[in-house]
């Protein structure tokens, strides 16, 4: 990297910040009895450096700014003291990698495992994790996709609050643990994504500001305020601070691929704007010569991103999390139409088959949540394979007052109904970790900031729910979970001795047999998807036909019933039979769709018996 401590081939480190803002900077190291300053160099451009032999791996280092306040290095490796303590040098060299033999997996084989590191098991570590990848394969998961680990203020936090974007936070282990994780899930044939925020920084720790003011611009806003200067005057090295942490992560971590938090926040008018260059680095790059995957999250539905070459290959972006199918399928299983639920509260069903062959529900169409604006691009000439599929993540739970999971809002039979539809379309899916054995515990919104960030989060949060009628009242608003209670993040961490219990080892072979059934019978078809090989019809109120055609002229057909009223005369739509729910019933379709019940079939083309 063209900035932080780097090790040279001589045995000593050089140390290099970009500090426009800032006079003189000095190099700070640490031992247990002194404090060493060095003066750095003052170079063109706002860049400091100094070359030294007093440094040494695991050296703890700080920079003096103006001979006063003293910050951690921007691109931080690790923080054993949290983001206000110094930094650690670490050799990117010195880990041993056993993992050579891997180079990735296909996308289309992708089965996605989101989870929360500090509450995904009882030691909060990377560790944890580590034991419970077995679990996962047995499942039936490809790839584990954590929630961001870069350094965050406290003990406990989502991720999405992270101010040093290069440093795994020290609170789930070490850079050497996160590493062997990572080596150990490629030993079991799991992928690793990571969720990585480039839209701002978190409100406490962050000290680009002081040293590195044309960081930030205010000729943009997001909702944490001043945009990130990825277009203005002095942005290239702002601009090659994202593209290098990116680079970061899938070289010297080995992750397989990226998931790009709220891009939407991103605001770039340049031509490649920042997305383009990550992707073309990352590429041209480590992508070269292993699978590595860039998926989006973007409200604004932008299908360019999304764009194929001739050969069917993602241009940029593999895929986007694709929220409109969940709206489509939480208004159906639950009745609920509030928030942007409203903008599918008008035939679900409708919206429901559109992202299921289509791409996106919203394609340059009328929002009524948004006032009437218009959102969304065109995705039907796009794959199936270019959209993420979910019925549960941390945003669609934790955001909710009380961080319910679907299980406990919705009738049983209308989870299990959208599940099997989920799981065996041929857009990749998305499990939220408990989700297969239907945990009852909410996932809510925690943090750990210091008392009078403290204090405004918590009336935040409780004031964000006031227009719901739920919560209109004083009092009912108090009940809202504390962010800031250590109770709060207990709360939401998985109890494993729930999976012990008759309902949730039926709900684990639930999904264990979906995704069996997904990989043997589905997958194959998925490499190379034609564009505009989908269709779909609405039956009566909540019925749907969708079909797709694979690979090789394969047919892949789906009858279902989202609703309580059954649905007759329905007319077969294939010969073989995939999978039917609910799974008591008979085999030979009787061209009747009960309550809540989905038909899969699956023909074969020219390819062979499908």
């Excluded at 943009?220 to 942490?245: C, E, K, L, M, Y």
Aim: charged fraction near 25%; glycine fraction near 8%.
């Amino acid at each position: 990297m063209p900035f932080g401590a780097e090790p040279q081939s001589d045995g000593t480190w050089r140390f290099r910040l970009w500090a426009p803002g800032a006079h003189t900077v000095d190099l700070c190291l640490d031992d247990s009895s002194k404090e060493t300053l060095l003066p750095l160099k003052k170079e063109a451009d706002g860049w400091f450096s100094i070359t030294t032999d007093r440094a040494r791996q695991g050296t703890l280092y700080r920079y003096r700014i103006d001979g006063g306040q003293r910050v951690p290095d921007p691109v931080s490796r690790f923080q054993p003291q949290d983001v206000h303590g110094p930094t650690q040098a670490v050799d990117p060299e010195a880990w041993e990698w056993k993992d050579a033999s891997w180079h990735g997996r296909p996308w289309e084989e992708a089965v996605i495992y989101e989870l929360h590191v500090g509450t995904f098991t009882e030691a909060g570590t990377y560790a944890g994790v580590k034991q419970r990848l077995d679990e996962l394969v047995d499942l039936g998961i490809t790839a584990i996709e954590l929630m961001p680990l870069s350094d965050f203020p406290g003990r406990r936090n989502w991720g999405y609050d992270g101010v040093l974007p290069f440093a795994p936070d020290s609170i789930y282990g070490t850079p050497e643990e996160l590493k062997d994780l990572v080596q150990s899930a490629h030993a079991r044939g799991l992928m690793v994504f990571l969720d990585v925020v480039y839209n701002h920084f978190g409100p406490d720790g962050n000290f680009l500001h002081l040293y590195a003011p044309a960081f930030f611009t205010d000729r943009h806003h997001t909702p944490w305020g001043a945009a990130i200067n990825f277009d203005g005057p002095d942005s290239a090295p702002v601009r090659d601070f994202f593209i290098h942490n990116a680079l970061y992560w899938i070289e010297e971590y080995h992750v397989d691929g990226l998931r790009l938090d709220a891009v939407h926040a991103i605001i770039d008018d340049s031509q490649p704007d920042i997305l383009q260059d990550i992707a073309r680095a990352i590429l041209t790059g480590p992508g070269a010569t292993r699978q590595v995957h860039l998926v989006l999250e973007n409200e604004h539905n932008a299908a360019r991103y999304l764009e194929r070459d001739v050969a069917h290959h993602p241009r940029w972006y593999v895929a986007q999390w694709n929220d409109d199918i969940h709206h489509a399928l939480h208004v159906l299983t639950t009745g609920e139409q509030g928030g942007y639920y409203e903008d599918f509260a008008d035939h679900p069903v409708h919206h429901l088959g559109r992202c299921l062959t289509e791409g996106f529900a919203y394609q340059d169409d009328l929002s009524r949540y948004r006032h009437g604006a218009r959102r969304g691009e065109t995705s039907r000439h796009l794959p199936a394979t270019a959209f993420v599929s979910f019925l549960q993540n941390h945003d669609q739970i934790g955001n909710r007052a009380m961080g319910e999971r679907i299980t406990r809002i919705a009738p049983e039979d209308a989870v299990r109904a959208a599940t099997a539809i989920l799981l065996l379309a041929p857009s990749p899916p998305l499990l939220f970790m408990g989700q297969e054995w239907g945990a009852s515990q909410p996932f809510l919104f925690f943090c750990d900031f210091g008392p009078e960030l403290a204090t405004a989060v918590t009336e935040g949060r409780r004031n964000e729910f006031a227009r719901f009628p739920e919560f209109s009242d004083e009092n009912a608003r108090a009940r809202i979970p504390d962010p800031n209670d250590e109770k709060t993040f207990l709360r939401t961490r998985l109890d494993r001795e729930s999976l012990r219990t008759e309902t949730a080892q039926t709900w684990f072979r639930f999904h264990r047999e979906l995704l069996g059934l997904r990989a043997r019978e589905i997958v194959p078809w998925l490499r190379n998807l034609p564009a505009r090989n989908a269709e779909y019809e609405t039956l009566d109120d909540r019925g749907l036909r969708a079909h797709w055609q694979l690979a090789d002229g394969t047919m892949l057909t789906l009858l279902a019933n989202m609703g309580e009223q059954t649905i007759t005369d329905v007319a077969r739509p294939g010969e073989r039979v995939l999978y039917h729910l609910p799974s008591g019933t008979t085999t030979d379709f009787d061209n009747t769709l009960p309550p809540w019940s989905v038909w899969w079939f699956l023909d074969a083309g020219r390819g062979g018996r499908a």
